[in-house]
Every structure is written in structure tokens, then in C-alpha cells.
């Protein structure tokens, strides 16, 4: 029987004698997915609403049409629920959540349409590394938008509260409102 052993190349040795250069790849960072995320969130905004293009939704932000922020605020809370989810293998779930419109103002047809966008980040276990990354895509966040609205007074995008196991299971502080049945909150990504 032959010994094929000998007849085996390395793929990369080969690659390396050919002078094949081999892609880069590197994981996003916080700016450049930023800027992909409203990219994409004006664009989802333009679609729903009907509108010729993200100039349009960049005019309606500024003027605070309450339509355009919803639109735009779903879709950046879908894929920052995503990024995180790609980013930590601890992240279960993510929800969004609007508590900031009083009773008065929804009666009343009047909802409020203000930054931050609330989420609620359920995890296996809560992790420093998993705040610093929330912490940089919220600056990365403020930064690009105020650079695509001229809006520059915003201090925060992100209102993100982490909840692990324990606290869901015991119904301790947001945990608590992952099962409410007064004030649920709407899932954008789950594992």
C-alpha cells in the first residue's frame, strides 16, 4: 500500500509560493456600523413612508414627524439588537420598548418622539465587555447621526438595559417586564 502522505500539499504553503495574497478580514467596528445602521434605517424610513430617498427622511427628522422617527428608530433598534447578538454569544433576546409618551399624550394622539431608543438586552449572564460594546455603538450612533440630521444636541441614541436569567426569572427590575402585562415590550432579535 502506498504512503499518500507524501503525496499531500498544504494549501497554504502552495498559496504562499504562488504569491497569492489571502483577504482581509476584520470585525466591524463601532463608526463603521454606525453609519450602516442609519444608512439602512433611513432607507427602511423612505420605503415605509413613501418617500424619494433618504434626503426626504433627513428633512422629515428635522421637523420631528413623528412617523419618520418610528420608522427610523425600529429599524435602528432591529439591527443594533442584531450587531449585539452577532458581537456577544451571551445575548438571548432583544427587545424595544416606548415608555416615554404619558397617557395624556397617546389619548390625545400626541406621542412623544424623542431619542434615546429604549432597549431591553436579555443575556445568559450580564458582561463589562457587553456594556463597553453598547457604550461605543451609542457614541458611534450620536455621532453619525448628528452628522446626517444636523441635529447635534443629542447626548444619547441608546437606552439599553441588560437583563440576564436570574433577572427575568425572578421578575427583577426590567426583567420583570419581559412578562408584563401592562407595559410589554416588543422583541427585535432572538438567538
Known amino acids: 500500500m502506498k504512503d499518500r502522505s507524501a503525496d499531500y500539499t498544504n494549501p497554504t504553503d502552495t498559496m504562499a509560493r504562488a504569491h497569492v495574497d489571502l483577504p482581509h478580514f476584520r470585525?466591524?467596528?463601532?463608526?463603521?456600523?454606525?453609519?450602516?445602521?442609519?444608512?439602512?434605517a433611513m432607507e427602511f424610513c423612505a420605503h415605509k413612508m413613501g418617500l424619494s430617498g433618504?434626503?426626504?427622511?433627513?428633512?422629515?427628522?428635522?421637523?420631528?414627524?413623528?412617523?419618520a422617527c418610528k420608522y427610523c428608530h425600529y429599524s435602528v433598534a432591529k439591527?443594533?439588537?442584531?450587531?449585539?447578538?452577532?458581537?456577544?454569544?451571551?445575548?438571548?433576546?432583544?427587545?424595544?420598548?416606548?415608555?416615554d409618551?404619558?397617557?395624556?399624550?397617546?389619548?390625545?394622539?400626541?406621542?412623544?418622539?424623542?431619542?434615546?431608543?429604549?432597549?431591553?438586552?436579555?443575556?445568559e449572564r450580564k458582561t463589562q465587555a457587553l456594556d463597553a460594546l453598547v457604550e461605543s455603538l451609542d457614541d458611534a450612533l450620536v455621532h453619525r447621526y448628528a452628522e446626517m440630521?444636523?441635529?447635534?444636541?443629542?447626548?444619547?441614541?441608546?437606552?439599553v438595559q441588560v437583563?440576564?436569567?436570574?433577572?427575568?426569572?425572578?421578575?427583577?427590575?426590567?426583567?420583570a417586564m419581559l412578562s408584563s402585562l401592562y407595559q410589554q415590550p416588543i422583541q427585535v432579535w432572538e438567538r
Not at 426626504?56 to 413623528?66: E, H, I
Not at 440630521?149 to 437606552?159: E, F, I, N, P, Y
Open 27 to 40: 470585525l466591524p467596528d463601532a463608526d463603521s456600523t454606525a453609519e450602516i445602521i442609519l444608512a439602512k
Open 54 to 67: 433618504t434626503q426626504d427622511v433627513f428633512t422629515r427628522l428635522r421637523q420631528g414627524d413623528a412617523n
Open 79 to 99: 439591527q443594533v439588537a442584531a450587531s449585539l447578538g452577532m458581537l456577544d454569544e451571551n445575548v438571548k433576546s432583544v427587545y424595544i420598548i416606548d415608555y
Open 101 to 123: 409618551a404619558t397617557p395624556e399624550d397617546l389619548c390625545f394622539g400626541q406621542e412623544t418622539k424623542t431619542l434615546p431608543i429604549h432597549l431591553i438586552v436579555w443575556t
Open 149 to 159: 440630521t444636523s441635529l447635534h444636541k443629542l447626548a444619547h441614541m441608546l437606552d
Open 163 to 175: 437583563v440576564d436569567d436570574a433577572d427575568v426569572k425572578d421578575r427583577i427590575g426590567y426583567g
